[in-house]
Every structure is written in C-alpha cells, then in structure tokens.
C-alpha cells in the first residue's frame, strides 16, 4: 500500500507534466523542460549516494561520514580522469577506490572495533575535508582535461541498424529523434537530452530497490539492522553483511562525488557542500528504500533548480537567499517527517557476538 | 527406544565460573524432557553448548548415536537441532515468511516466497494454526509469534526442539494450547527439551526430568509420581516452603483509590481505572505483560501524567503531584526493571541505600552528607535484608540478581511504607530469594500496611493476594475476591474477554 502511494504521485506528476508539454505555451514549456533537465543532473548524485546509504542504513551502520566520502570520491576522480587523459570512465574509478578505503576506515571503527558510529562519521567529514584541500592545493597546478560522458544521442547514435532512426545529425554532434514527435517534441527532448550515466544510474536505483525487497541477499541486509542477534542465531553473518554494506555504499558515495566533478568539469574546495548529508537525509525522507530516496532526492534537487527557473524567469532575488532553498527544503522535509517511518531497529547499535 | 541426544561429561569453563560441571543428559527420542534449574544453574549456557553458541571446554555431543561438534546455529539447525528462545528470534519489522525463509542456505538468490508461504500455512494447518504468511511479525500476538517460532523451526527440519522458558509470556489458555501442540509433535516422533522453573508445568507435560544444580546435573527422574516439593529440593538444594503463611485477612481503610483514570503513557496509556487498595491488603494485578501495569505504577508513582481522573492516597488527592511528593506519603516503589529505576549499577550500596532519602535530616545537614549515619543504617539493612556482600562500599552493579534486589526491596521496606508497589519483585530470582520476598511482603500486608503486586506470573498473584485486578490494554476487565479466583475465568480476562 506504502509503495502504492509513491506510484500514484508519480503517475500524477507525469500526467501533469504531458498536460504542460501538450498545451502550455511555448515559454513556460521550455521554462518546466530546463527545469526537469536540471534537477535530474542535479538529484542523481544525491539519488546514488542514498541509495548506497539505504543499504548501510538497513543494515543498521548510520554513516554520517558520507558527505567526506562523497568529496574523498571527488576529488580522486578529478585527479584520476586527469592521469587517463580525460577519461571518465577510468577517473570515477580512482575516485571509487579512495572512498573505498575511507568506507574500510570507516568500518573497522564502527563494525569491528565497534566505536560510536556518530562521532566516527563526523571525523570522517573532518579528516576528508582536511586531507581533500591538502591534496588539492598540491596538485591544482596540474594541467587537467575533464571529459564528460557521452550523451544518450550519441550513444545511440552508434549502434548499428536503429541508430540512425533514434537519432537525428545535429550542429554539435547528434540529437534524439525526438524532436521529430509534433507539439511535445522539444518539450522531450530538453528532458531525454542527458548523458548515458543518468540513463544507468536510474536503472540500477531501481534495480537497488528489486535487490533490496526481493532477494535473500537484501532480505540479510534488512534482517541485519532490525535484530542482527535473531540473524546470527539462524546462521548469518552479521558481520560480513554490514560489512559489506558499508563497502558498497562507500563505492557508490565515491560515485556520486566523481559525477558532480564531472557535472561542473573541475574540482574546488568542499565541492560537495553539504549534498552527503542531504543524502543522509533523502535516505529518511524516502523511508529507506532506494526508490523512495530517488523520489527524495528529486524534491531536493528541485529546490536548488528552482534557481534557475527563478533567474531565467527573471525575478531579481539575493543569490545568497536563493543559496538557502535547497538546505531548508531539506531541513522543512526532515521536520515534518522524522519518527513517521520505521527506523531499523538496530540502527547504530554496534553488535557484538557473545 | 534409543536416545536422540547424549551429553556426556560437559564442562564449561568461563573465567573464573565454571558453568557446566560435568553434565550429563540423555534425552530418549519422542519424549518431552524437562531441564529444570536455579538461575545460573547452568541451563542456559548447556543448551547454548547444543545450539553451538558457545564451544564446550570438554566433553562429548552424541545426536542419533554418533559424535557431532556443533560449531554454530547453523551447524544445530542442520542436524536437525532447533531452539526456540525465551527472547524471540524474530524480526517484527519483516513478515511471517521472511521471518521462516530467513538466514535458509537453500534460498534461491531471488526468493520465491510464494512457495514457502503455500507450504508453511499447510505446516499450519496440520497443528490447526492458521498463519498469514505476509502479515509482519510486530501484528502478532505474542502467543502468535512463539506458534510461529516453533513452526519455522519443524519447517527448517527439526527433530530436536529446545522450548527456553516458553510459558513465562503467555496467557494460561495459551499454555494450554502450546501443550497440545507440544503433545502432537511428541506424537509424531519429535523430541523436545523443556526449560522451564514451574514446577506444576513441567510435572503436567514431561516425561522425564533432569535438574541442574551449581552447574552439575543431578540424574534424572521420570516426572510420574516426583512431587512438586521433591522437585524444589533437587534445585535449591534444601527443603523449601512452596506455601506462604499468612495471618488472616483484615482489611482496613483505603490507602490509594484510583478514579476513572486515564494516562497518554509512554508505555501504554491506561484506560479508565479505578482501584481500591485498603490496609492489611496484598492487591495483585494480573495480566499478560505490556498490558498498562507499567502505565498503572508509572500514573500512582508521579511517573507520568494522570490526563484525566483522580488518585488519592490516604483521602488526600495526589493527582499529578511529583514523585517525591508522592514517595513523602510513605509510598515506596520496588520498580520491575531495578537497573533502570531501582539502583545505580555503578554507586556503591551505601549510596543506592540513600537515593530516596538523602535530602532529608539526619542524611544531610546544610548540604553535607552524614556519612556516619548513612553507613549505619546501611549496614543494619543490609544485615536484616540478608544482603550478601562483603561490605556496603560494594558497587551495586557487583552484587547477583538476588541481593540487588534484596538491598532495593531492604531500602524500600526500611522506610516504613503505608503503601508499598511491588512491581514483578522475583522476576529473575532464584526459589530461596523468591522464597525470601515473598515473605518480606506478606509480613508487610501482616503488620496492617497495603501491597500492589503487579506480577506476570499467575502463581504468585493467586497465592500471595488477597484480591486480584485483571488488566488488559489498559484497562481493568475485573477485580475478584480471594473465593473466586479462578484459573480459567483469570484467564480469559488476560486476554481480553469481559466477565
């Protein structure tokens, strides 16, 4: 019934959205499409970052330290895509590896040595940020080359036999055939006009979410934060499935800091300003199921897009001000949402076998 | 017939106890073998050993004749070794067949639950329980979770099933019905270890009984023709008085009167209650746990707030008042959790000794405590309480279960209470301290003073009350005199259904 509800707002904002691309205007049609547009690029970061935290969180580890992974994740990946060349593919995978080894601190702390998981996640935030600015100020000098991926189009555009009928030569490269589609053509093809990982990156949170509810491994990984003693008593490991947890979630923080380096093409510091916490808190207001904090993380990318709809509308506003939104949408969200959702019930309770 | 288990000469050794000292116990297949014992008999750490929670120090494992090490649950489970725990191992938060499939090696990566789920309520229905598989385990009655427990073991393939402590949570007509599925899996050629420190339960449902005593075992006996006394004596060691003497009952005026009570609660709220509990009288409240006697003790000791109605205590409205202003009456509270509202693990006994009184004159003058004094007393409650420790600079926390609750119950009664709250005051104690309470509050109720005796376990409400008041959800669904206490009529207002 709970994951009906989400589906019905879903379909709501998709007819919605048709209705606009069918008979709004033609400004507001493009004002909305830049809107979409953004706060997809803008949500999927955080949607992937969550979505690794869903996990820790089912299996009862609460890692604050998210948001200096997340930047660890960045900055290794600017470095990385520099040393292959530019390449993307190989630099978020140097960015993976290092968040990797800030997930493995992290667990030996809270799993095996079993320290407070909070006060090790904030220093995890201190030690990142300190070490990532060290590191940045010794290699900005570095000439780097940061290529994005591909877009769909292009992608598309390769695949022999239905490549050329997808998509359509355009003056910079290819565009989707979906301009072809009358009315509502533009309107879609502004919104489908990402690059190939946001087409991966949603899939894989839904197929997150398949894993998490419908096989024996995510029913370990939800067993694991509620009762991990009931756990150990019918022969699971609960060590090894927190574990491992923490080390997919590291990969995925790390991830999700390489896109938005990626996204903006260099790194400054603290470029992730907060987003691993905003994570942290999509993971509460999408009640813990990968889908749900997609859903969570589009709302808070909303309110940063909203900026650009609020310039390109026009309006005069302090950008300070507009700065704000996206930190008390989050904040208003949490408020009215805390203790309406079922909490694993193991949630940073170090475990300890007798 | 041959038996399914042999435990031969088991020791355990942890440092500096020695849990299990050469036990010994053979259980024949197809019986219902009772393992009786004190706490820290060394019940639980055996069938820990058998379960493969802990590794023996020495000894021998024969299941079906031939010699196993169980080197975790998952090794028991897969010789056909099931438990079910006092504790329940099931995670309220997932469903029914989750709950069963959980843990399984046979899993398939995706799970079919749809097949498991056909095959469990069929499992069901063979000991006439209908299950909802996809019903989370947190919507289930207790009585409800234990049958699914015990089910989830025989559908993983036990041969062997050990029951700790089974009854402890559960409604005497749910005892029943756990005893006849206990009779049809015995029927059908299960083996079962009942744990169990009730006396009348293990004489009614087992066949052979094995007792353990300061971690040795003493050779067992079939449960026809042991008495109830016999049985006492194997575990404590020495004659017990199983029957409390009382004097004659002679109630007196009121001494606290609820009226149409309502509290919000944060463990439960309480649903219009009136009580009435006079002087010279044991007041029992009976019911199945987390049925609001938290809530009742919580709104009479100033814990949590009365939203609506009335509590007097001698005639004088204490409604709402604070919890000192209520103790200061000659109220005085034995809690049910006593590491958590009755003492301070890590004060020492002379410091838990004040924790009630230390504001007042002679404990401290000008802010100053009067450590003579203090330790005076101490010492004297500590003598005239048996509390058995070195001396009264021991930490709280140090002394056993027993004398714990023996310092809480001496600093409760040394206040010369009108009104004394005793919530589950034996719950974790052995007979001989049990034994001890038990009078301790029936010479309160003696000397002409009032006792509310909140209890989970039936026995003690039907022996030590004068009166019994049934709680259920919150409520109270009846309050009888002593003529008509009744098993069966209790019963069913535990659970729910009016008289």
């Known amino acids: 019934m709970k994951q009906k509800k989400g589906l019905i707002i879903g379909i709501i904002v998709l007819v919605v959205l048709l209705a606009v691309g069918l008979f709004a205007p033609d400004n507001i049609k493009n004002t909305l499409a830049s809107f979409i547009a953004q706060d997809l690029r803008i949500a999927l970061p955080l949607a992937l970052a969550a979505a690794g935290l869903v996990y820790e969180q089912r299996s009862g580890i609460l890692n604050l330290g998210a948001e200096g992974m997340m930047l660890t994740g960045a900055l290794f990946t600017w470095i990385g895509t520099s040393l292959f060349g530019g390449n993307p593919w190989l630099g978020i995978l140097v960015g993976m590896s290092s968040s990797l080894l800030m997930a493995l601190l992290f667990g030996f702390l809270v799993i095996t040595l079993r320290s407070n998981q909070t006060v090790i996640g904030i220093s995890i935030n201190i030690l990142a940020l300190g070490l990532t600015s060290t590191i940045y100020r010794v290699v900005q000098s570095m000439n780097i080359t940061v290529n994005a991926f591909p877009s769909i189009s292009d992608v598309l555009s390769k695949i022999p036999g239905i490549g050329g009928f997808l998509t359509n030569p355009a003056p910079n490269g290819t565009e989707l055939a979906l301009t072809e589609i009358p009315v509502i053509g533009n309107f879609l093809t502004t919104i489908f006009s990402q690059n190939i990982m946001m087409y991966i990156g949603i899939g894989f949170i839904f197929l997150l979410n398949y894993v998490l509810f419908k096989t024996d491994l995510g029913l370990k990984v939800r067993a694991v934060g509620e009762y991990p003693k009931a756990c150990d008593t019918t022969g699971i490991n609960v060590f090894k499935i927190r574990y491992g947890s923490v080390l997919f979630s590291g990969l995925l923080t790390g991830f999700a800091g390489g896109l938005l380096v990626l996204d903006i093409k260099t790194f400054v510091e603290n470029v992730t300003a907060g987003k691993g916490f905003i994570a942290v808190a999509a993971v509460i207001f999408g009640k813990y199921t990968p889908v749900g904090a997609f859903g969570a993380s589009l709302v808070f990318g909303g309110a940063q897009a909203v900026q650009y709809l609020i310039q390109a509308v026009g309006l005069k506003a302090p950008s300070d001000l507009m700065n704000m939104i996206p930190y008390l949408v989050t904040v208003i969200a949490l408020a009215g949402f805390i203790g309406k959702t079922h909490v694993p019930a193991a949630l940073t309770v170090p475990y300890t076998k007798e | 017939m041959a038996p399914i288990l042999e435990m031969k000469n088991i020791v355990k050794q942890f440092p500096g106890v020695l849990a299990n000292d050469n036990v010994n116990l053979t259980v024949e297949k197809g019986s219902i073998h009772a393992l009786m014992g004190e706490n820290g008999a060394g019940k639980s750490t055996l069938m820990n050993i058998l379960y493969g929670l802990y590794a023996p120090s020495s000894g021998q494992i024969l299941f079906n004749g031939q010699e196993i090490q169980i080197t975790s649950p998952k090794h ?64 289930l009655t207790v009585g409800q979770q234990q049958r699914v427990e015990i089910l989830k073991s025989i559908y993983r393939g036990a041969e062997l099933l050990i029951l700790d402590e089974p009854t402890a949570v559960l409604t005497p007509q749910e005892v029943t019905e756990l005893f006849k599925i206990m009779n049809q899996l015995k029927e059908e050629g299960k083996t079962i270890i009942f744990i169990s420190h009730k006396l009348k339960e293990v004489l009614t449902i087992c066949d052979t009984i094995t007792v353990l005593r300061l971690g040795k075992s003493q050779p067992s006996v079939p449960s026809a023709g042991t008495t109830r006394e016999e049985l006492a004596e194997m575990m404590v060691g020495r004659k017990v008085f199983l029957n409390v003497d009382k004097g004659p009952y002679k109630p007196g005026d009121s001494v606290l009167r609820m009226e149409n009570v309502f509290t919000k609660g944060i463990h439960g709220a309480l649903n219009d209650v009136s009580l009435d509990i006079r002087k010279g009288e044991i007041m029992g409240i009976a019911g199945v746990d987390g049925n609001g006697q938290d809530a009742l003790i919580e709104s009479i000791t100033g814990l949590d707030k009365v939203t609506k109605g009335h509590i007097f205590i001698k005639g004088k409205d204490m409604t709402n008042s604070t919890p000192r202003d209520i103790l200061e009456q000659k109220v005085s509270h034995i809690p049910a959790d006593r590491h958590k509202r009755g003492m301070v693990s890590t004060m020492s006994i002379k410091e838990n000794m004040i924790l009630i009184s230390y504001y007042k004159e002679p404990y401290q003058k000008f802010g100053f405590l009067n450590w003579k004094f203090i330790e005076e007393q101490s010492e004297e409650i500590v003598k005239r309480f048996k509390v058995k420790t070195p001396n009264i600079q021991e930490l709280g926390g140090k002394l056993s279960g027993g004398n714990q609750q023996k310092m809480v119950l001496g600093r409760e009664l040394s206040r010369d209470p009108d009104l004394c709250i005793a919530a589950h005051p034996v719950r974790g104690l052995d007979i001989g301290a049990t034994e001890y309470v038990h009078e301790c509050l029936v010479a309160e109720r003696d000397k002409g003073n009032a006792v509310l005796l909140v209890s989970t376990e039936l026995d003690e409400v039907l022996t030590l009350a004068d009166r019994i008041a049934v709680m259920y959800e919150g409520r109270i669904m009846g309050i009888l005199n002593k003529e008509d206490f009744d098993i069966t009529r209790i019963g069913m207002m535990m659970a729910g259904q009016n008289q």
């Open chain 2, 76 to 139: 028991a489970i897969e010789h056909g070794i099931g438990m079910v725990h006092q504790h329940f191992m099931l995670i309220p938060a997932l469903s029914v067949i989750e709950n069963v499939v959980l843990g399984r090696p046979e899993n398939k990566k995706v799970l079919d639950l749809k097949n498991d789920a056909e095959a469990f309520v069929a499992l069901g229905a063979r000991y006439n329980m209908k299950i909802e598989p996809y019903e989370l385990i947190a919507d």
